[in-house]
């Protein structure tokens, strides 16, 4: 008998740590974590299995398809925006030829089980392509189908997946005689930037909030890569986990989108820094701008406009920047570091 599971893919990363809390609490949830690197100590303990493995290993990935019964799958596992510019090639194939394996696992799953196999895919604001700062500052909160051209790999990368997705969803086999719609029921969110008190983060493009939080914390200088002035969203990592499980949570019927973006606040680099400074005595937090990286940051949103999550599956952030900082970041922030 194949072991009933859902599988997560990246689950040592950020949001895999918050992912496999959220969802460890959740009834009758087996978790099989599929990471590169060994799982972190603070998650073994909440997963049934882990492996360490590549997603670009069909051999590993075939072996998985013979041994459980994957319900869902929650791929995580990518190369972020910053390593991704560094390594184009390298980001293609392990976001691309990679989500194309966990969504063919999907439907040999699907197709074995005699069921849909939800798939999640966390997809970024860095789908967007906003030519001016100009622009940018006329776009305000844009819609999911305005200026779908990223400037990055990354951005590329997660675009065409979501639209593989969507596809294997609604019309993959559309020609076939023996055509069964819905061997997949895909879903995705469109995240801004996450913040997270207890993880670092690490290769992309939006670190320089979680960075200067992170450094003000510890007493260290720190240099933002962008200028006072840049604004994206943001939200913090609890309120993108509920996200998660309220998208794969709400019924299908209720959806009329594949994919949806969601927006929780969005300062400028230099209102954090004067929302952050009164709760640490000692700040040193400058800028020292990186222009390339700007240039990709300014081609980002200034905020989105998330009405159609907000109608189709109730979604409200918990925290605005006021209430991110009072009760999660702050107090969090601070108690990480004392235990460390
Ligand atoms: N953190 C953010 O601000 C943010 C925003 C938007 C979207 N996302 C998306 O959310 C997902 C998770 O992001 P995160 O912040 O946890 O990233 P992360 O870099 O912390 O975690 C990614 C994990 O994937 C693993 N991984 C990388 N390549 C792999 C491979 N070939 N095989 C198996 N595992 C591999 C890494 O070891 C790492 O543990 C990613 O898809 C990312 O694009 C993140």
Not at 64 to 77: F, K, S
Not at 236 to 261: C, F, G, S
Not at 287 to 294: A, S
Request: glycine content about 6%; proline content about 5%; overall charge neutral.
């Amino acid at each position: 008998m194949r072991k009933p599971v859902i599988l997560i893919t990246g689950a040592n990363g950020e949001m895999g740590h918050g992912l496999i809390h959220g969802l460890s609490k959740e009834k009758n949830t087996d978790i099989l974590a599929l990471d590169l690197e060994p799982l972190s100590k603070d998650i073994k303990d909440n997963v049934l299995d882990g492996v360490q493995g590549d997603i670009l290993d069909i051999k590993l990935l075939e072996m998985l398809n013979t041994e459980y019964e994957i319900r869902a799958i929650y791929h995580l596992a990518a190369l972020l925006s910053t390593r991704a510019e560094f390594s184009p090639m390298i980001a293609h194939d392990v976001n691309v030829n990679g989500t194309l394996n966990l969504l063919k696992l999907a439907m040999e799953q699907a197709q074995s089980q005699g069921e849909k196999v939800k798939f999640f895919f966390p997809s970024s604001i860095a789908v967007y392509g906003i030519n001016s700062i100009e622009e940018k500052e006329k776009a305000g909160a844009i819609s999911e189908t305005e200026y779908l051209s990223p400037q990055t790999m990354y951005g590329c990368n997660k675009l065409y997946c979501e639209q593989l997705g969507t596809y294997f969803s609604n019309h993959y086999q559309q020609l076939s005689a023996t055509y069964s719609p819905g061997l997949l029921d895909f879903r995705s969110i469109r995240f801004p930037g996450l913040i997270s008190a207890i993880t670092m983060p690490t290769g992309g493009t939006s670190d320089f909030i979680p960075e200067m939080l992170h450094n003000a914390v510890q007493g260290k200088s720190y240099n933002s890569f962008v200028d006072a002035d840049t604004a994206i969203p943001f939200m913090t990592m609890p309120d993108a986990i509920r996200a998660i499980l309220e998208l794969m949570n709400a019924p299908q019927k209720k959806l009329n989108r594949n994919v949806y973006h969601i927006s929780a606040f969005a300062p400028t680099a230099g209102e954090f820094k004067t929302a952050i400074a009164p709760y640490f005595s000692n700040v040193n937090l400058g800028y020292d701008i990186n222009g390339k990286r700007q240039k990709i940051v300014n081609s980002w949103p200034k905020d989105v406009n998330d009405t159609s999550a907000r109608n189709d599956w109730n979604w409200s952030p918990k925290h605005n920047l006021k209430s991110a900082l009072n009760e999660y970041l702050i107090p969090c922030v601070k108690e990480f570091y004392k235990k460390k």
